[in-house]
């Protein structure tokens, strides 16, 4: 796991290397741990005091936990908005707050990063391509979710529908209140 979290922490420094206003966000909180849990994976953080990332001590309680739903993966690729808001922080109110606001507004310059390697015109054509096929993949998974959704919904009955669910819902609080008043009434004889 040591080489997951630092790779994944090699990462994030670099998407944090050219956000000054991260790092100033983040260096109030030097020496604080962050654990990220996300299904049966956990990744452990430290903050340096420079404002970045480090390799966390497990040893050491987290002042931060953030745990991610099952689905992050698809989420990141598909909606970072919906995954950061269904993300759970418990601990120090202030640090889960700064890492909220560093993660939601963390943006990797892609196109600075190839531009270094190809130059700036090919950089930028393949950032143009890269974003528009990811772009496809996207609206290709969403709409595969969404066939599914519906064929385990309307074709093969394995899960119920919204509208019938919501029907038996009403019928339930129908008989509850029908056996009140039978109740009341009978209580009355």
Request: net charge negative.
């Amino acid at each position: 796991m040591q080489a997951i979290d630092q790779l994944v922490t090699a990462a994030i420094n670099h998407a944090l290397g050219g956000q000054t206003w991260a790092a100033e966000r983040l260096r109030p909180y030097a020496g604080a741990q962050v654990a990220v849990l996300a299904g049966r994976f956990s990744l452990r953080f430290g903050i340096d005091g420079q404002g970045a990332f480090q390799p966390g001590d497990f040893g050491a309680a987290a002042d931060v936990t953030i745990e991610l739903p099952d689905d992050a993966p698809a989420r990141l690729l598909t909606d970072r908005a919906g995954l950061l808001a269904a993300a759970r922080l418990s601990g120090s109110a202030d640090l889960a707050e700064s890492l909220a606001f560093v993660f939601r507004n963390l943006e990797w310059d892609v196109e600075a990063d190839l531009a270094r390697v190809v130059g700036d015109i090919a950089a930028r054509r393949l950032t143009r391509f890269g974003g528009g096929l990811l772009d496809g993949l996207r609206e290709a998974f969403r709409r595969t979710a969404q066939n599914v959704a519906e064929y385990a919904t309307e074709e093969a009955p394995l899960v119920a529908p919204r509208r019938d669910i919501a029907a038996f819902c009403a019928a339930v609080d129908t008989l509850r209140d029908d056996v009140a008043r039978l109740e009341k009434r009978i209580a009355r004889l």
